[in-house]
């Protein structure tokens, strides 16, 4: 009898499961919903530490739009070669590790918009020209991390370029409004 009930609930679950967690249409063609503030923090940290993916971490730093005119005018490679942003050294290996988030302030509007020129400014100085960058949400981080053992703090924002992602502003939010 108790396993006529065990085989009876296992295919009541079975029936439920592919009842309700099948994909339709419909839900497919839903578009994904954006990384969150939280992810691409993390993400952007561990990414300037691992060779690998160095490329990954250029792509918070600078709208993908400058890079991609960085690279069709051959200036990339000058400005972002690995070695280059580790001092024009191939990085040796680390251990680095967010420590604590410490606090999270969102950004007001006047920061959101001094984000924009920010952007906007910071890729003319590698040379890119862009026409307008529209930030829609922003965060400032402070946080503990240590790299192999030394322990430091720091204060930066991360802000979402609508069609572009996550960018980090290495400040923290009162000196980005110098840019409004």
Not at 3 to 14: G, Q, R, S, Y
Not at 84 to 101: D, L, M, R, S
Request: glycine share 6%; with cysteine; charged share 30%.
């Amino acid at each position: 009898m108790k396993k006529i009930v065990i085989l009876v609930l296992a295919v009541i679950m079975c029936a439920a499961v592919f009842s309700c967690g099948g994909k339709n249409s419909e839900s497919s063609s839903k578009p994904e919903s954006k990384v969150t503030y939280e992810d691409a923090f993390e993400d952007c940290f561990y990414s300037m530490y691992d060779n690998s993916r160095i490329d990954d971490f250029y792509l918070y730093i600078l709208p993908k739009a400058a890079l991609d005119e960085l690279k069709e005018n051959g200036k990339y490679e000058q400005y972002f070669a690995p070695a280059h942003y580790h001092g024009g050294e191939t990085q040796a290996e680390v251990n680095a590790v967010i420590e604590e988030v410490l606090r999270k302030v969102e950004l007001t509007d006047n920061q959101l918009k001094a984000a924009e020129n920010y952007l906007l400014r910071i890729s003319k100085g590698y040379g890119a020209e862009l026409s307008s960058i529209e930030v829609t949400e922003g965060w400032q981080i402070d946080y503990r991390f240590s790299v192999d053992g030394q322990e430091a703090t720091m204060s930066e924002c991360y802000v979402y370029v609508k069609d572009d992602g996550w960018k980090r502003i290495t400040m923290e939010a009162e000196m980005l409004e110098t840019f409004a």
